[in-house]
């Protein structure tokens, strides 16, 4: 006989609705803050465990679920970054980003009521913040500096609630966004029109078919880099490639490889490419327009980092 006061068992969880309506948002979160969206489940998940660890008493005490959910997400984040730097020591060759396949599921709101305006020319939007060159940027902050940012600057928390997270002051807070607010805006690229993104990465895609090195140094800023992650697992190369001449020169040799097919998506809100073979992710490509010449390219191997590609 099963007691109906048990979660799963007779009566419905309480807390599910709760729970599965945070899931999104925190994923979100979490996936910013540590470039990865595997790593992002398993947060949310440790989140969640923890939430249900708790005695319901405990639990029917907590005013906003959804902020103390944040909360134990964002230091296990924070924990998470720390140990990350002595990991990818360890990293073989270079580590990018986690890219991200549909644009539209990570757009949507931080949740909450925003409870600290700001000035809107030093907020980053939901949308930029998965852009490959924004999350590559991040990588170079230190894990507070990364937290403080993220938290106040995109999901619009306000530096008291940001500094519990943290563990400083909401003073001490508010210098590390404002840091890396510099970062991020020193870094950036001169804005792109959508369309000619897109245009400017279906040329590189039917250069690179055609092995036109010409085209490609053409479609390629004079100091363009070319980096790729093969985590050890498969090929790539050890260090980025460096120099118009040299890229293009790079991506002709890798054309007519048996059984390749070259795709156009959106990698992490931005015209990217999809190479397949036998209809497999084998690399998804992110690329950074600067103008109407391409700047950077991310071309993300490691088959752990493809899997929401399948």
Not at 51 to 57: D, F, I
Not at 96 to 110: F, K, M, Q, R
Not at 141 to 168: C, K, N, Q, T
Request: proline share 7%; aromatic share 6%.
């Amino acid at each position: 006989m099963t007691n109906a006061t048990e979660p799963g068992l007779g009566e419905l969880d309480p807390d599910l609705s709760t729970i599965t309506g945070e899931r999104h948002r925190l994923i979100n979160l979490a996936y910013r803050l540590l470039g990865s969206l595997t790593d992002a489940e398993d947060v949310v998940q440790e989140a969640c465990a923890r939430w249900y660890a708790m005695p319901r008493s405990q639990r029917d005490g907590i005013a906003s679920p959804g902020g103390w959910l944040t909360t134990v997400a964002g230091r296990i984040c924070l924990d998470l970054l720390g140990s990350a730097r002595a990991r990818r020591e360890h990293y073989v060759g270079e580590w990018i980003p986690e890219p991200l396949p549909d644009h539209a599921a990570w757009i949507g709101g931080p949740g909450g009521t925003p409870s600290e305006p700001a000035d809107p020319a030093d907020r980053v939007t939901l949308d930029e913040s998965v852009d490959m060159a924004f999350l590559v940027v991040l990588e170079s902050m230190s894990p507070a500096e990364r937290v403080a940012f993220i938290l106040h600057d995109v999901f619009r928390y306000s530096f008291a609630e940001v500094a519990e997270i943290i563990g400083r002051t909401p003073a001490a807070c508010r210098q590390l966004a404002s840091s890396a607010r510099g970062r991020i805006r020193d870094s950036r690229s001169p804005a792109t029109p959508v369309a000619e993104r897109a245009g400017i990465v279906r040329a590189f895609k039917r250069a690179w078919e055609a092995k036109d090195v010409d085209a490609l140094v053409g479609l390629l800023a004079p100091d363009a880099t070319a980096t790729g992650d093969g985590g050890g697992l498969v090929r790539a190369a050890p260090r980025p490639v460096e120099g118009a001449e040299q890229v293009a020169h790079f991506f002709a040799g890798l054309a007519g490889a048996p059984d390749l097919v070259l795709q156009e998506r959106a990698v992490n809100g931005r015209p990217g490419l999809v190479a397949r073979r036998g209809g497999v992710a084998v690399s998804v490509l992110a690329f950074d327009v600067a103008g109407d010449r391409i700047k950077r390219i991310w071309a993300v191997l490691n088959p752990d980092k493809l899997r929401a590609w399948a």
